[in-house]
């Protein structure tokens, strides 16, 4: 799973490197975050369709993290749909939709997993988190789906009776990173971005698209303090010494 990730450039660096052509004006409301949890707002990149022009372009826009289906009764269900395995996107009613028509990349710097502790370990010992991120310091493109979801309580003419919520494509992790974790977001190479982003490729061309091989990431322990979700800044992805087991006490990791 994917439960928390880094993303701080800056937009306008997101915008470069990602060949944006409209940043949203609310996605820059979104401050650099160390520690991005489950329900914050993320920045995605998108492409779609201009509503006078009819003009496709790639945009970056905000979403809230946790698909929530059109269908859902309410948005709460989307903290439970913050990652979609590739093994089932097809089959699976939520993502299968937005899998067709509704892709997207979500810009990270890396992203946090937390080791369970050791055999022999003190009991109630605590699990070691890691700072996953790739090697050559770019950035990662997560691929990932996003949905509309209108909220039947709100007027047609108040601007927040939209919600957009986006959610995180994992498959199992390399040999490398199994250790850490089973599980590991699925990023994708830019020679695969124009198409994965593309409303008009199909969803069994755009699954073909995630037969990749992953890019080359390091695990670097870092401190307990990412453990909880008040704490952010450049600190939580500093490098920290393992300790064979980690102590009981403090919060586990509220994800």
């Given amino acids: ?25 609310d996605v820059r409301l979104l401050p ?15 492409e779609r369709a201009d509503r006078g022009t009819g003009e496709v372009t790639r945009q970056l826009r905000p979403a809230r993290w946790g698909l929530v289906p059109s269908w859902a009764k309410d948005p709460s269900v989307g903290s439970r749909m913050i990652n979609a395995r590739v093994e ?18 979500l810009p990270a710097d890396g992203y946090y997993e937390w080791q369970k502790p050791p055999q022999g370990a003190p009991r109630g010992a605590r699990k070691q988190p890691w700072y996953i991120h790739p090697e050559d310091g770019a950035v990662l493109a997560l691929a990932g789906l996003y949905e509309f979801w209108r909220d039947p309580s709100r007027a047609d003419d108040d601007p927040d009776r939209w919600l957009v919520s986006a959610t995180v494509i994992t498959r199992p992790a390399t040999e490398a990173l199994a250790a850490v974790h089973d599980r590991q977001p699925l990023a994708l190479a830019p020679d695969r971005w124009a198409a994965w982003l593309d409303p008009a490729v ?54």
Avoid: H, I
């Fill in 202 to 255: 199909g969803a069994d061309e755009a699954r073909e698209l995630l037969e990749v091989e992953p890019p080359a990431l390091v695990a670097t322990p870092v401190s307990t303090r990412v453990n909880a979700v008040a704490n952010n800044g450049p600190d939580l992805v500093e490098e920290v010494p393992v300790e064979p087991a980690v102590a009981a006490d403090g919060p586990e990791p509220q994800v």
């Fill in 88 to 105: 089932t996107l097809l089959t699976k009613p939520a993502f299968a939709k937005p899998f067709a028509v509704r892709r997207a990349l």
């Fill in 1 to 25: 799973m994917c439960g928390r990730y880094a993303s701080f450039r800056e937009d306008q660096q997101l915008a470069d490197e990602f060949a944006v052509a409209v940043v949203a004006d």
């Fill in 32 to 46: 650099p975050s160390w520690d991005v949890a489950p329900t914050d707002g993320v920045r995605m990149v998108v």
